[in-house]
T-cell receptor
Framework: SQQGEEDPQALSIQEGENATMNCSYK?????LQWYRQNSGRGLVHLIL?????REKHSGRLRVTLDTSKKSSSLLITASRAADTASYFC?????????????FGKGITLSVRP | GAGVSQSPSNKVTEKGKDVELRCDPI?????LYWYRQSLGQGLEFLIY????????KSGLPSDRFSAERTGGSVSTLTIQRTQQEDSAVYLC???????????????FGQGTRLTVV
């Protein structure tokens, strides 16, 4: 079963605008990660935020984590056409032997030039 | 090699035949995952290997699917008596540490696109 659920499912914005994507999850986690996928092949890791962190930045990316609401958001500032891709959140379970990395269904981001 | 390598990159097989998909993880990575992704869908977890522990097979969709990881390195996913619904991209990923021992980013291969005709 999939732990994380992203929303919206699809997002279309103009180049230069900010893109905000959300992820909700069900069980406790050790960390939450965001990945990007182009053309339906291998995923590329973007950022990892641990359960004791609330916010993290990497270049134009900003990730927040609210463990009380079991949710995270990924903000891409000053978007570019090259940011067009699918974005996935991934979580691991904090619960012992069942802990493994599971992904949501993803968000399709289109950035119009 | 520098990254996770998967082979073949594409495989077309006839219904009923067996297939083997290979994954070479990054050297030294203790955790290895297999996922399946159908067109336009998310990643479906299949199986997870962590060090010398028994693998987590909870995501394998049927007993036609099996996987092994030899010597803590190369992994092979085998699908027996393939069906058309097995058609998908099969993705392998490895990470230095698994979730239970700290959790680190996963590195993905480019996947094997399996088409069952």
């Amino acid at each position: 079963s999939q732990q994380g659920e992203e929303d919206p499912q699809a997002l279309s914005i103009q180049e230069g605008e900010n893109a905000t994507m959300n992820c909700s999850y069900k069980t406790s986690i050790n960390n939450l990660q965001w990945y990007r996928q182009n053309s339906g092949r291998g995923l590329v890791h973007l950022i990892l935020i641990r359960s004791n962190e609330r916010e993290k930045h990497s270049g134009r990316l900003r990730v927040t984590l609210d463990t009380s609401k079991k949710s995270s958001s990924l903000l891409i500032t000053a978007s570019r056409a090259a940011d067009t891709a699918s974005y996935f959140c991934a979580t691991d379970g904090e619960t012992g032997a069942n802990s493994k990395l599971t992904f949501g269904k993803g968000i399709t981001l289109s950035v119009r030039p | 090699g520098a990254g996770v390598s998967q082979s073949p990159s594409n495989k077309v097989t006839e219904k009923g035949k067996d297939v083997e998909l290979r994954c070479d993880p990054i050297s030294g990575h203790t955790a290895l995952y297999w996922y399946r992704q159908s067109l336009g869908q998310g990643l479906e977890f299949l199986i997870y290997f962590q060090g010398n522990s028994a693998p987590d097979k909870s995501g394998l969709p049927s007993d036609r699917f099996s996987a092994e990881r030899t010597g803590g390195s190369v992994s092979t996913l085998t699908i027996q008596r393939t069906q058309q619904e097995d058609s998908a991209v099969y993705l392998c990923a490895s990470s230095l540490l698994g979730p239970l021992v700290g959790g680190t980013e996963a590195f993905f291969g480019q996947g094997t696109r399996l088409t069952v005709v």
